[in-house]
């Protein structure tokens, strides 16, 4: 009796998966590397914080662009660029002498390495391989993406005390190089119908140019209801994944809880999303995905709630934290899997680029507003209620998108060759 091989459109998602895991965890290394850089280089703390603002905001304005031209010109040679920009300008922040040279390399080209090389491009790729698995594989994105966040910046840490900031930026771009550009030139493959397959692997294609593809151009997109639907459920998936990362620590001191507590509480909350991200699009694949887009946003409202209140006892901030990771990741997920859904597979780039556009705009407004509400109210009551109260909202507007499909099939090509 024969094997039957595995998919390859699994092999193409591992590569994603390596390539999320880098871009996103370094991302979130920045923490480490504040105090160095801004004692070497002579700033303050927030002069170095408008240079993270400014990478995180390009980040998400290029999105868009990044998505257009995946769908337009194929993903290979937009990671093949984007992967030479994210090395070559992480490398390149370890030899900034002043704070010019830091917004220009650090928050101009590093965004736009990151924007190439992050969960667009992999989710408008991945979307192509998979229609009856698509939220599973586009799951494992999201727990890629978490596992970068809880175990690169613990070894970050240990590689600036081990040999400096400057060094270990060294290593970082030496480390996208080696490991991403390889799966870039030899894995990645544009679509099933490239290597004469069929999503899922259920049958072969006849050819792998000219096959029928469904498309929605951004500009339809955007005048559907759908479109708004999704894209304001991610808003408050930024707002809430911001506001816990820039003031859940110290939230949870004021409340009395121990710093190192603290700490532990929103890396249990990380690295228990990552187990659950799987079992997510597993459901989702099962039940459908509007009902567990629901359920993310309308559990983590909950999480939010839960959060501020707990108060004293360290077993029940724990077990929050635990619990609470069945609603940490998979909103992207479902999302990028609803928009190829909606829009057809090969408009993800675009569309669903656009969207991670006004994610981007409520991390910012999230992380800002934490702030300004804590200085205004002398707590974080009002931006946390906020946070579960617009999640709820989107718990409820989840469930009632329209899935039918808007793309019109249509003869095309398919982008970007082999």
């Known amino acids: 009796m024969r094997t039957r091989p595995i998919f390859y459109g699994w092999w193409v998602t591992l590569s994603f998966m390596v390539m999320v895991f880098l871009s996103t965890g370094i991302r979130f290394t920045v923490g480490p590397f504040l105090k160095p850089i801004v004692a070497d280089l002579g700033l303050d703390r927030a002069s170095f914080s408008l240079v993270i603002s400014l990478s995180l905001f390009l980040y998400g304005a290029f999105q868009p662009f990044v998505g257009r031209l995946v769908d337009r010109f194929g993903a290979r040679p937009v990671l093949g660029a984007g992967t030479l920009a994210l ?33 667009v491009v992999g989710s408008a790729v991945i979307s192509r391989w998979f229609t009856r ?3 599973t594989a586009l799951s494992t994105l999201g727990g890629a993406s978490m596992a970068g966040m809880s175990l690169l910046v613990p070894v970050a840490m240990w590689l600036i005390l081990t040999i400096g900031w400057r060094a270990t930026y060294a290593v970082f771009g030496l480390g996208v190089l080696v490991l991403v550009l390889p799966l870039v030139l030899w ?21 792998a140019a000219g096959s029928v593809v469904e498309r929605t151009d951004v500009a339809v ?44 509480a929103l890396g249990v909350l990380g690295g228990s999303s990552v187990g659950f991200s799987i079992l ?16 993310l ?94 999640l709820l909202v989107a718990c409820v507007v989840s469930l009632t998108i329209d899935e039918r499909p808007r793309a019109v099939p249509r003869l095309s090509p398919v982008a970007g060759g082999r």
């Open 221 to 264: 997109a955007v005048q559907t209801l759908s479109f708004w639907q999704l894209a304001s459920g991610l808003f408050t998936c930024g707002f809430s994944m911001s506001l816990i990362s820039a003031h859940g620590v110290p939230m949870l001191t004021d409340h009395g809880f121990h710093p190192m507590l603290a700490s532990w």
């Open 133 to 135: 698995r698509r939220a």
């Open 280 to 295: 997510v699009g597993l459901f989702a694949d099962r039940f459908g995905r509007r009902p567990i887009l629901a359920w």
């Open 187 to 207: 894995v990645v493959r544009e679509a099933p119908e490239t290597m004469g397959l069929r999503p899922d692997g259920e049958a072969p294609a006849a050819a």
């Open 87 to 119: 090395g070559a300008s992480i490398a390149a922040t370890g030899l900034v002498t002043n704070l010019w040279q830091l917004y220009l390399v650090y928050g101009v080209c590093a965004a736009v390495g990151l924007a190439a090389t992050g969960h």
């Open 297 to 390: 946003y309308g559990g983590r409202g909950l999480l939010f709630a839960g959060l501020f209140l707990v108060r004293d006892n360290p077993v029940a901030l724990l077990a929050i934290a635990v619990l609470g990771g069945a609603t940490m990741a998979g909103s992207l997920a479902m999302t990028s899997a609803l928009a190829a859904d909606i829009f057809g597979r090969f408009s993800v780039g675009s569309v669903f680029g656009t969207i991670f556009f006004v994610h981007q705009v409520g991390a910012a407004l999230g992380s800002w507003l934490g702030g300004f509400l804590f200085e205004l109210s002398g707590g974080y009551g009002a931006a946390f209620a906020a946070a579960s109260a617009i």
